[in-house]
């Protein structure tokens, strides 16, 4: 930006270096057809004349064409900073939807374990009672059928 600024200042003091040197051609009169007349005007100073004024008309336009685009630069800044606020929202909206479905499902979980548990402890609990009562069917048998002696056990393999 420093060497645009150089650089026109530059050029400025030059085309006012060569006004000056040249001043004498620039303000002599010439006749100059306008369409539909002629006047009796310096060429040269119309000419610089004109210069000037589209210059000026230039700077004119950057100084618009720079704050348009400041405006618009800051229209995108605030729609750009709202846009995020709003991604931020849905994400912390979905964290919180995925906390909540999370916690439900390992609530389900604990439910079914539970559920699961009972199941098997009252299983448990039917198969010793199950056991008990054979056991108890069982004393009940051998204590109604008379005791014999044991039998004498007879080796596999005779010396």
Sequence with gaps: MRTQILFMLLLGSLITAFAALNWAAITAPSTLSVGITTIEVPLGLTLLGLLILMALVFAVYAVFWQGAVLLETRRHTKEMQTQRQLADQAEASRFTELRSALNAEMAQLRDGLSASQDALRL?????????????????????????????????????
């Design 123 to 159: 299983e448990m609990r039917e198969n010793t009672n199950s056991l008990a009562a054979m056991f108890g069917e069982m004393d009940d048998r051998l204590a109604l059928t008379p005791h014999e002696p044991p039998r004498p056990s007879t080796p596999l393999f005779r010396p």
